[in-house]
C-alpha cells in the first residue's frame, strides 16, 4: 500500500522547523505533498506562486516530496490527492487546541483521512514564520531559521517590510 500525506500550511516562508518536519515525514510516508494553502484572508509577505519556488527550490533533493496549493477545504484537495494522512507539527502545549480542533473537524468532514501530529525538534520549536518576519524586518538576524535561499529572498522583499511599516 502507498501512503500519501499531505502536510499543509501557509509556509510564509518556510522555516527550518517546517523543513525539519518535512525531512522527517519523508521517511515515514510514499509520498509526502506539502500544500500551500491559497484562500488566506491574512494578507502574505510573499504570493503563492514565489512560495512555490521557495519551497520546490528547498525540497527537491527529496524525492518522494512534492509541492502543490490549495483553495476551499482539506479534505478535498486530500480526496483529490489520494492523500489518506494530514501531517502537522506541534511545538508546545499552545498548538495543541487549534491542532486539536483542526483534526477533530477533518475528521468528522472526511473520516477516513487521518491527522499524524509529530513533535517539532526541540531547537526549532520556538520558530515560526511570523516571528521570523518580524525579527528580520527589525533588523534581526535569522540564519539558522529559515534555508539560507529564503533568506537571500527576505533580503530582498525587506524594503517592502519597511515601507509597509512607514
Ligand atoms: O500554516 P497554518 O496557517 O497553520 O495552516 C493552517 C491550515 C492551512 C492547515 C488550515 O488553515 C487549513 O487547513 N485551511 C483550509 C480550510 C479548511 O479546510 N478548513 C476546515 C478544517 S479546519
Same mark, same amino acid.
Given at each position: 500500500m502507498?501512503?500519501i500525506?499531505?502536510?499543509?500550511?501557509?509556509?510564509?516562508?518556510?522555516?527550518n522547523?517546517?523543513?525539519d518536519?518535512?525531512?522527517?515525514?519523508?521517511r515515514l510516508?510514499?509520498r509526502?505533498?506539502?500544500?500551500?494553502?491559497?484562500?488566506?484572508?491574512?494578507?502574505?509577505?510573499f504570493s503563492v506562486?514565489?512560495?512555490i519556488?521557495?519551497?520546490?527550490?528547498v525540497?527537491?533533493?527529496?524525492?518522494n516530496v *512534492? $509541492?502543490?496549493s490549495? #483553495? !476551499?477545504?482539506?479534505?478535498?484537495?486530500?480526496a483529490?490527492?489520494?492523500?489518506?494522512? /494530514?501531517?502537522?507539527?506541534?511545538r508546545?502545549?499552545?498548538?495543541?487546541?487549534?491542532?486539536l480542533?483542526?483534526?477533530?473537524?477533518?475528521?468528522?468532514?472526511q473520516?477516513?483521512l487521518?491527522?499524524v501530529f509529530?513533535?517539532?525538534?526541540?531547537i526549532?520549536?520556538f520558530?515560526?514564520?511570523?516571528?521570523v518576519k *518580524? $525579527?528580520?524586518?527589525l #533588523? !534581526?538576524s535569522?540564519?539558522g531559521?529559515?534555508?539560507?535561499?529564503?533568506?537571500?529572498? /527576505?533580503?530582498r522583499?525587506?524594503p517592502k517590510?519597511?515601507?509597509?511599516?512607514?
Amino acid at each position: 500500500m502507498c501512503v500519501i500525506a499531505i502536510y499543509p500550511g501557509s509556509f510564509d516562508p518556510i522555516t527550518n522547523g517546517h523543513l525539519d518536519l518535512i525531512q522527517r515525514g519523508s521517511r515515514l510516508f510514499d509520498r509526502l505533498v506539502v500544500s500551500i494553502l491559497r484562500n488566506e484572508t491574512k494578507e502574505p509577505l510573499f504570493s503563492v506562486e514565489e512560495r512555490i519556488e521557495m519551497l520546490r527550490e528547498v525540497l527537491c533533493v527529496y524525492p518522494n516530496v *512534492e $509541492v502543490d496549493s490549495f #483553495g !476551499g477545504l482539506l479534505v478535498d484537495h486530500a480526496a483529490a490527492r489520494s492523500a489518506t494522512v /494530514l501531517l502537522r507539527g506541534i511545538r508546545a502545549i499552545s498548538d495543541y487546541e487549534y491542532e486539536l480542533q483542526m483534526a477533530l473537524m477533518n475528521r468528522r468532514l472526511q473520516p477516513g483521512l487521518e491527522t499524524v501530529f509529530m513533535m517539532a525538534n526541540e531547537i526549532y520549536s520556538f520558530i515560526s514564520s511570523r516571528l521570523v518576519k *518580524e $525579527v528580520f524586518s527589525l #533588523g !534581526g538576524s535569522i540564519t539558522g531559521l529559515v534555508p539560507p535561499s529564503v533568506e537571500e529572498r /527576505l533580503q530582498r522583499r525587506l524594503p517592502k517590510i519597511h515601507n509597509k511599516e512607514a
